[in-house]
């Protein structure tokens, strides 16, 4: 009982409120609030995953409909993820069955205290049209699928009978350039408050006269009252230190207490300023958070307890470049779209957090969310792991790319939509650019940009605005990016020079929302001049669309227009569908909207691929697989981004018993300015990089032999890195490493268990595409399995996987509740199987 009791005081008010060092914030904004994704019911209708068409009943909403039929599942849940993939559905989408109808219910009991309460449900996304029910009676809903939105139970809540929440989603009607996903897809959260509370998101901190030794703390705060009668309400506002994990520190600072007054049903605001001295701020390298925690209290009582985490920083854009406290830093970043793999758009806060560290261990800190507002765990995880996040809006204005896009909602929605995205997000410190828009049909349409940008404006003035161009000349030309704060381009920087001398533009500062789009597939190498076959591409990261460019070429525009900001490129991670260049989708042509002849070449293409019928699920894009496995591009990446870090790697892999006698080209990325090469104790000569214009060493003499090839890196004359491989003998055995040892048993973190094929001598073996069976027993259970190969059309959740160039991945969780030993064994016929345990606890 002692557990239960602790799990309890953990979640109610008066321990929110009152525990001091010991609080643990559960999510920002009202303390109350308890996690809702259990005990669901599902049953899809409308479009089936086969094809077929089951058309809805009447009254799916009842409280007295008989669902015992229905699915039994905990959220989130993405129902296109479930598959099959299918030829006859569309490339761009991943050939996933996403488009359907989605019926959700849940039961659910309030407890005797919860009486004279508000109660809120909270969604953080919902895929998409989303509507919603309790007890019959409709409470409203929220089309945008990437939005999150909070609907008031209070006025039908029956608080001593059971509760009946019904959800019906509907992606027949909606459509996208990549995987949307489908259904509720995204955490729910019960919010509990008093009658007098804190709005939803309803604070804002801002943090002015930053010096090293003292800032000025600006906390604005709207307070509702839901009573029948005027209320006389105290504000009591404290500010604590808060670690990694969500736990209080010491306090460091109180506001003083204040007083409003409010009539029945109406809301008030309060601002209050106060310094503080011998902080610590937020930055990158150094992530300090702060919380205000803010309570409400009528009558002596504590209504309402509301947290706001922050940080304190500077940001500072100008021709000079990006200032964060003061400090000139690079954007290194990447485009990520919101799919998680093999798990589809259901949000898994484990997944996300490997795909961070991923991504900073190649050296990026920036990320923008292409091309949506993302799960609100996205950004607290950059406040805590120090990333800076681009957090973007839309991909469709009132002019659709699709005939289902966004277009649908935006003269109705887009002021709403924008105004939850910056409500939600103002006071993560980690959020330092906002986005309006990417490559939207309306770019030249300077009414149509200066008036959202108002919208941002009127909620936050600290942050600047962007939007990403790919039509840059035609933005400029018609004065719609003066309306901008930061003018962003994606890949078209060939008249960069020309808009650098133009007096609207000469000091505005540029960034590349999008760069690069090179392609390549993790470990496939062709030669004699091939990059592409049986819809691979070839791993020496010298492919791309028209439009985009090498890393190379961008590393180069960059040095050449060093006031640039930086650059994202496109993408940091493979993504569920929009495969590339195997991708006869027509908005493709978008790119070439002002250039006629590379638009009728791509139009060819486009007609010719859709006869072919491409096999691709995923995207091309990645600097890392889809399973999560670096390309070696993400090693060009790494030795550009990160300079400090002594590092070399070599390419291709060294099994070509095919290639004996002819020639294999060797590239070697390095973070070294210069390099030999050896082949089996051979050298093939030292080259040197020039700076600025080489980012890559290439040996195309290299007459290929079996054995080993090694290359050594050096910097300022001195041995800086080194890196050696080998051609293997033949696969003997399967290893498989994961990458926690203990998880939790809350059903929620997963471990990630990378397969590996080597030989006797434990090398990978990098042509090895084995068929694997993967069986976990014990506590846990096996969630999804992939490969990283594009092309591959077996189901995520399936337990047999073949490897894919020698690697496959498994995810695995604990049972719920479960203690104990988790055992993962991988087979194949013919090698020595591998079993690994971790722990649930």
Same mark, same amino acid.
């Given at each position: 009982?002692?557990?239960?009791?602790?799990l309890?005081?953990?979640?109610?008010?008066?321990?929110?409120?009152?525990?001091?060092?010991?609080?643990k914030?559960?999510?920002?904004?009202?303390?109350?609030?308890e996690?809702?994704?259990?005990?669901?019911?599902?049953?899809?209708?409308?479009?089936?995953?086969?094809?077929?068409?089951?058309?809805?009943?009447?009254?799916?909403?009842?409280?007295?409909?008989?669902?015992s039929?229905?699915?039994?599942?905990t959220?989130?849940h993405?129902?296109?993820?479930?598959?099959?993939?299918?030829?006859?559905?569309?490339?761009?989408?991943?050939?996933?069955?996403?488009?359907?109808?989605?019926?959700?219910?849940?039961?659910?009991?309030?407890?005797?205290?919860?009486?004279?309460?508000?109660?809120?449900?909270?969604?953080?996304?919902?895929?998409?049209?989303?509507?919603?029910?309790?007890?019959?009676?409709?409470i409203?809903?929220?089309?945008?699928?990437?939005?999150?939105?909070?609907?008031?139970?209070?006025?039908?809540?029956?608080?001593?009978?059971?509760?009946?929440?019904?959800?019906?989603?509907?992606?027949?009607k909606?459509?996208?350039?990549?995987?949307?996903?489908?259904?509720?897809?995204?955490?729910?959260?019960?919010?509990?408050?008093?009658?007098?509370?804190?709005?939803?998101?309803?604070?804002?901190?801002?943090?002015?006269?930053?010096?090293?030794?003292?800032?000025?703390?600006?906390?604005?705060?709207?307070?509702?009252?839901?009573q029948?009668?005027?209320?006389?309400?105290?504000?009591?506002?404290?500010?604590?230190e808060?670690?990694?994990?969500?736990?209080?520190?010491?306090?460091?600072?109180?506001?003083?207490?204040?007083?409003?007054?409010?009539?029945?049903?109406?809301?008030?605001?309060?601002s209050q300023?106060?310094?503080?001295?011998?902080?610590?701020?937020?930055?990158?390298e150094?992530?300090?958070?702060?919380?205000?925690?803010?309570?409400?209290?009528?009558?002596?009582?504590?209504?309402?307890?509301?947290?706001?985490?922050?940080?304190?920083?500077?940001?500072?854009?100008?021709?000079?470049?990006?200032?964060?406290?003061?400090?000139?830093?690079e954007?290194k970043?990447?485009?990520?779209?919101?799919?998680?793999?093999a798990?589809?758009?259901?949000?898994?806060?484990?997944?996300?957090?490997?795909?961070?560290?991923?991504?900073?261990?190649?050296?990026?800190?920036?990320?923008?969310?292409?091309?949506?507002?993302?799960?609100?765990?996205?950004?607290?995880?950059?406040?805590?792991?120090?990333?800076?996040?681009?957090?973007?809006?839309?991909?469709?204005?009132?002019?659709?790319?699709?005939?289902?896009?966004?277009?649908?909602?935006?003269d109705?929605?887009?002021?709403?939509?924008?105004?939850?995205?910056?409500?939600?997000?103002?006071?993560?410190?980690?959020?330092?650019?906002?986005?309006?828009?990417?490559?939207?049909?309306?770019?030249?349409?300077?009414?149509?940009?200066?008036?959202?940008?108002?919208?941002?404006?009127?909620?936050?003035?600290?942050?600047?605005?962007?939007?990403?161009?790919?039509?840059?000349?035609?933005?400029?030309e018609?004065?719609?990016?003066?309306?901008?704060?930061?003018?962003?381009?994606?890949?078209f920087?060939?008249?960069?020079?020309?808009?650098?001398?133009?007096?609207?533009?000469?000091?505005?500062?540029?960034?590349?929302?999008?760069?690069?789009?090179c392609?390549?597939?993790?470990?496939?190498y062709?030669?004699?001049?091939?990059?592409?076959?049986?819809?691979?591409?070839?791993?020496?990261?010298?492919?791309?669309?028209?439009?985009?460019?090498?890393?190379?070429?961008?590393?180069?525009?960059?040095?050449?227009?060093?006031?640039?900001?930086?650059?994202?490129?496109?993408?940091?991670?493979d993504?569920?569908?929009?495969p590339?260049?195997?991708?006869?989708?027509n908005?493709?042509?978008?790119?070439?909207?002002?250039?006629?002849?590379?638009?009728?070449?791509?139009?060819?293409?486009?007609?010719?691929?859709?006869?072919?019928?491409?096999?691709?699920?995923?995207?091309?894009?990645?600097?890392?697989?889809?399973?999560?496995?670096?390309?070696d591009?993400?090693?060009?990446?790494?030795?550009?981004?990160?300079p400090?870090?002594?590092? #070399?790697?070599?390419l291709? &892999?060294w099994?070509?018993? =095919?290639? !004996? /006698?002819?020639?294999?080209p @060797?590239?070697?990325?390095?973070?070294?300015?210069?390099?030999?090469?050896?082949?089996?104790?051979?050298?093939y000569?030292?080259?040197?990089?020039?700076?600025?214009?080489?980012?890559?060493?290439?040996?195309?003499?290299?007459?290929?032999?079996?054995g080993?090839?090694?290359?050594?890196?050096?910097?300022?004359?001195?041995?800086?890195?080194k890196?050696?491989?080998?051609?293997?003998?033949?696969?003997s055995?399967?290893?498989?490493?994961?990458?926690?040892?203990?998880?939790?048993?809350?059903?929620?973190?997963?471990?990630f268990?990378t397969?590996?094929?080597?030989?006797?001598?434990g090398?990978? #073996?990098?042509?090895?595409? &084995?068929?694997?069976?993967? =069986?976990? !027993? /014990?506590?846990?259970?096996? @969630?999804?399995?992939?490969?990283?190969?594009?092309?591959?059309?077996?189901p995520?959740?399936?337990?047999?996987?073949?490897?894919?160039?020698?690697?496959?991945?498994?995810?695995?969780?604990?049972?719920?509740?479960?203690?104990?030993?988790?055992?993962?064994?991988?087979?194949?016929?013919?090698?020595?199987?591998?079993q690994?345990?971790?722990?649930?606890?």
């Amino acid at each position: 009982m002692k557990k239960y009791f602790i799990l309890y005081l953990l979640t109610t008010l008066a321990f929110t409120c009152f525990a001091k060092e010991k609080t643990k914030m559960i999510r920002q904004g009202n303390a109350e609030v308890e996690l809702f994704n259990n005990d669901w019911k599902f049953y899809r209708y409308g479009l089936q995953a086969d094809g077929n068409r089951i058309e809805e009943p009447q009254n799916l909403s009842g409280t007295d409909l008989n669902d015992s039929n229905w699915r039994k599942l905990t959220l989130p849940h993405d129902f296109g993820i479930e598959g099959p993939f299918r030829m006859d559905l569309a490339g761009n989408t991943g050939r996933l069955p996403f488009q359907g109808i989605g019926w959700y219910r849940k039961s659910f009991k309030l407890s005797k205290e919860d009486a004279g309460k508000q109660i809120y449900i909270d969604f953080d996304g919902v895929m998409a049209y989303a509507e919603v029910w309790l007890n019959e009676q409709y409470i409203g809903g929220w089309p945008y699928g990437y939005n999150s939105f909070r609907l008031d139970l209070t006025p039908f809540i029956k608080s001593d009978a059971e509760n009946v929440l019904a959800v019906r989603t509907n992606t027949e009607k909606w459509d996208s350039r990549w995987y949307p996903g489908a259904g509720i897809y995204r955490n729910v959260w019960l919010v509990k408050t008093g009658k007098t509370h804190v709005a939803h998101w309803g604070t804002f901190i801002t943090t002015t006269d930053i010096t090293d030794q003292s800032a000025q703390i600006n906390l604005e705060i709207e307070i509702e009252n839901n009573q029948e009668t005027a209320v006389k309400a105290k504000v009591v506002t404290d500010i604590f230190e808060i670690n990694a994990n969500d736990l209080f520190g010491k306090k460091v600072l109180s506001f003083e207490n204040e007083d409003i007054q409010l009539v029945a049903h109406t809301s008030g605001k309060i601002s209050q300023s106060k310094k503080i001295t011998n902080y610590k701020k937020w930055d990158i390298e150094s992530p300090n958070r702060y919380v205000a925690q803010t309570r409400i209290i009528v009558d002596g009582k504590t209504d309402d307890c509301y947290y706001t985490p922050f940080g304190i920083r500077t940001i500072e854009f100008s021709r000079n470049g990006f200032f964060l406290n003061g400090r000139k830093i690079e954007i290194k970043g990447v485009c990520n779209h919101h799919d998680l793999g093999a798990l589809g758009a259901a949000f898994n806060k484990s997944a996300l957090i490997r795909q961070i560290e991923i991504m900073q261990k190649m050296g990026c800190n920036s990320i923008r969310t292409s091309h949506n507002p993302p799960a609100p765990e996205l950004l607290e995880l950059a406040d805590k792991m120090g990333i800076l996040i681009m957090d973007e809006a839309f991909d469709a204005w009132a002019k659709g790319k699709r005939e289902w896009d966004y277009n649908k909602l935006y003269d109705e929605w887009h002021e709403k939509d924008l105004k939850a995205l910056v409500f939600r997000d103002r006071n993560h410190p980690s959020v330092f650019v906002w986005s309006i828009g990417n490559e939207v049909m309306e770019q030249r349409n300077v009414e149509m940009t200066k008036h959202l940008v108002d919208i941002v404006k009127s909620m936050d003035k600290t942050r600047p605005v962007t939007n990403g161009y790919n039509d840059p000349d035609g933005g400029r030309e018609s004065g719609a990016s003066t309306a901008l704060d930061i003018m962003g381009v994606n890949y078209f920087f060939q008249q960069q020079a020309k808009w650098d001398a133009d007096e609207r533009y000469k000091n505005k500062p540029t960034v590349g929302t999008e760069t690069s789009s090179c392609v390549s597939t993790r470990g496939v190498y062709y030669f004699d001049g091939g990059i592409r076959k049986d819809f691979q591409i070839s791993s020496y990261d010298v492919d791309h669309p028209g439009w985009g460019c090498t890393p190379d070429k961008q590393f180069a525009t960059n040095a050449e227009y060093p006031h640039l900001l930086g650059e994202y490129v496109w993408t940091g991670f493979d993504y569920l569908g929009e495969p590339t260049p195997f991708n006869s989708d027509n908005t493709n042509l978008l790119n070439f909207r002002t250039n006629p002849s590379k638009k009728a070449e791509l139009e060819k293409k486009l007609e010719e691929l859709k006869r072919l019928q491409p096999p691709s699920r995923s995207s091309y894009f990645g600097i890392v697989d889809l399973a999560g496995f670096p390309k070696d591009r993400y090693y060009i990446y790494q030795a550009h981004w990160r300079p400090e870090l002594p590092m #070399v790697h070599i390419l291709p &892999h060294w099994n070509w018993p =095919d290639r !004996t /006698g002819k020639t294999v080209p @060797v590239h070697v990325y390095t973070s070294g300015t210069e390099a030999e090469l050896f082949v089996n104790n051979k050298s093939y000569g030292r080259k040197v990089k020039k700076e600025g214009k080489d980012f890559r060493l290439v040996w195309d003499n290299v007459v290929y032999e079996p054995g080993t090839v090694k290359v050594i890196a050096y910097k300022k004359g001195k041995v800086w890195a080194k890196d050696e491989i080998q051609t293997t003998t033949e696969a003997s055995k399967i290893t498989s490493i994961s990458d926690k040892q203990i998880i939790s048993n809350n059903g929620y973190e997963y471990a990630f268990i990378t397969v590996r094929i080597e030989d006797k001598s434990g090398n990978l #073996v990098p042509t090895a595409n &084995h068929k694997l069976k993967i =069986d976990v !027993t /014990g506590c846990g259970e096996l @969630v999804a399995t992939d490969n990283g190969d594009p092309t591959s059309f077996v189901p995520f959740q399936s337990n047999q996987r073949e490897a894919f160039n020698g690697l496959a991945l498994a995810i695995v969780k604990a049972k719920t509740g479960e203690k104990g030993n988790i055992k993962i064994k991988v087979d194949s016929p013919g090698l020595k199987p591998a079993q690994i345990q971790i722990r649930s606890k």
